[in-house]
């Protein structure tokens, strides 16, 4: 068994955890009370834990307007280097995408026109939001 210390952050509060390995099939004896410190705030309750599995988000369909370019991670555009009707070949640089201080290139994963232009320069998205679409 070996100790070891972790400072964890939820919802902007700093907590320092110590965690115990235990050996397979081992119990430690505390009970999940002993384990959050007496001078921590509370913690924020959480969503109640269910025993169906969430379902998976759908994948986004092909279109009449064309395959979607998805964005890869959560960021801020830098720049678009296409418009609506541009030809592009496959691995052509769509746009910069930034995040976490490190510029990305998102690239065309296939030949096509472009059909569809969802962001421009400043735009905030989340990973899996649609940015292009290619046809």
């Known amino acids: 068994m070996s100790?070891?210390?972790?400072?964890v952050k939820v919802n902007g509060t700093i907590y320092d955890v110590e965690v115990e390995e235990l050996a397979e099939g081992a119990s430690?004896?505390?009970s999940a009370a002993a384990s959050v410190p007496a001078a921590a705030p509370a913690p924020v309750a959480a969503?109640?834990?269910?025993?169906?599995?969430?379902?998976?988000p759908a994948a986004p369909a092909a279109s009449a307007e064309?395959?979607?370019?998805?964005?890869?991670i959560n960021g801020t555009i830098?720049?678009?280097a296409v418009k609506v009707g541009d030809s592009i070949k496959r691995g052509g640089l769509l746009c910069m995408l930034e995040?976490?201080?490190?510029?990305?290139e998102v690239y065309a994963p296939q030949d096509g026109v472009i059909?569809?232009?969802n962001v421009s320069?400043?735009?905030?998205?989340?990973?899996?939001?649609?940015?292009?679409?290619?046809?």
């Open 47 to 56: 969503a109640p834990v269910t025993s169906e599995p969430a379902p998976a």
């Open 99 to 104: 995040a976490m201080k490190m510029e990305n």
């Open 78 to 80: 830098l720049s678009v």
């Open 121 to 135: 320069k400043g735009s905030t998205v989340d990973a899996g939001d649609p940015l292009f679409s290619i046809q």
């Open 28 to 30: 430690s004896g505390l």
């Open 115 to 117: 059909t569809a232009v």
């Open 66 to 72: 064309g395959k979607p370019v998805l964005a890869p």
């Open 3 to 7: 100790i070891k210390k972790y400072s």
